[in-house]
């Protein structure tokens, strides 16, 4: 058994059409043996999804995990590798500019914007997108910011968790009385308000969920089960 690559084109000179079948038939020469196979001509190529690596400063090559406080504008790079639709890697190299993701932040005041300076980047011997992380007015104070990746041909939807300075660590998490009552054996949403280690308020979902000590919680009155939920616009919700 052999594998092979084979280029198949239309004898009208016309390019394929989604959805049409193509019938071929191989012919084993020395034993006269044939073998037919219906193939269907799927969508052409399309970015589907990305997988963010890290963020790599202009002019070196370390990955890092996050990004100090008060970064620069067309400083530093978030770098990137993108699949289509089936899982196979893309190689176009220019996806932003070529309209096919949009990054949206959803802290503007932290991350303004991820559209810009956008290249390709080799790394130990690996090639990622890179395209550069813009500031807002308030890098300086550090936080978390949700980026979107929006492939703008298939719709799908990648979320990024970004980190600007250091970590934000739990160290209060008071839950409030609900506004209505619980019924049984149904779910019910309890507002709550967590604090850093510097006093902010953390709503990102990503950020409780990696806190050890929120596994701790639980109920002690009353039997029942404590559900940390992401809302759709990756805040948390109890």
Known sequence: RAAGLLKLTRSDGNAF??????????????TGISVTKELTVGMKQA????????FVKKGTTEILKSL??????????????ANDQNGNPITKTSPVEDNEVTFVSDNVLLVKEVKTGETTLIIDGDE???VFVNPGMSVDKGGEANIT?????????????????????LKSFTMSTPATALVDGEEMEIPFVALDQDGKEIKN?????KQADFNKL?????????????????????
């Open 17 to 30: 059409t989604y959805g049409e079948k193509i019938y071929i038939t191989g012919v084993y020469a020395k």
């Open 47 to 54: 970015l589907d999804s990305i997988k963010v690596a890290g």
């Open 68 to 81: 100090p406080a008060g970064f620069k504008a067309d400083t530093y790079y978030m770098v990137y590798t």
């Open 128 to 130: 990622y997108n890179a």
């Open 149 to 169: 990746a929006i492939a703008n041909k298939t719709g799908n939807k990648t979320v990024v968790n970004v980190v600007v300075g250091a970590d934000q660590i």
């Open 205 to 209: 979902f990503v950020t409780l969920a």
């Open 218 to 238: 639980s109920f002690t009155s009353s039997p029942g089960t404590i559900k940390l939920s992401e809302n759709d616009d990756g805040t948390a919700k109890l």
